[in-house]
Nanobody
Framework: QVQLVESGGGLVQPGGSLRLSCAVS????????VGWFRQAPGKEREGVSC????????YYADSVKGRFTISRDNAKNTVYLQMNSLKLEDTANYVC????????????????WGQGTQVTVSS
């Protein structure tokens, strides 16, 4: 069984920070590309940030560049998303995913998904 369990979401004021975690079990994370996606009401699912160990590349959506950082701890089989300078438009359900492939910001490239953690940015 492969499981991805997100944590770290919550309510934060604009300009604040959160760090999301995704604990992965059932696979060896170092062999997988990982990604964070988000979806807000009225918007399509968006690839926020991804990292591939196959080609060593990292992707960030233009909307989060300079504010978000993806990282992984392969020894702990955990993926992180550090989110700084949060904006109202960052409010969404954030989901982590893993897949065997090269870097991709598109959902079809990932076959394992978590349930998500809610991030709400509000004053």
């Amino acid at each position: 069984q492969v499981q991805l369990v997100e944590s770290g979401g919550g309510l934060v004021q604009p300009g604040g920070s959160l760090r999301l975690s995704c604990a992965v079990s059932g696979i060896t994370l170092e062999y997988y590309a990982v990604g964070w996606f988000r979806q807000a009401p009225g918007k399509e699912r968006e690839g926020v940030s991804c990292h591939s160990s196959l080609d060593g590349t990292t992707y960030y959506a233009d909307s989060v560049k300079g504010r978000f950082t993806i990282s992984r701890d392969n020894a702990k089989n955990t993926v992180y998303l550090q989110m700084n300078s949060l904006k109202l438009e960052d409010t969404a359900n954030y989901v982590c995913a893993a897949g065997r492939g090269f870097l991709s910001p598109y959902p079809y490239a990932y076959n394992y998904w978590g349930q998500g953690t809610q991030v709400t940015v509000s004053s």
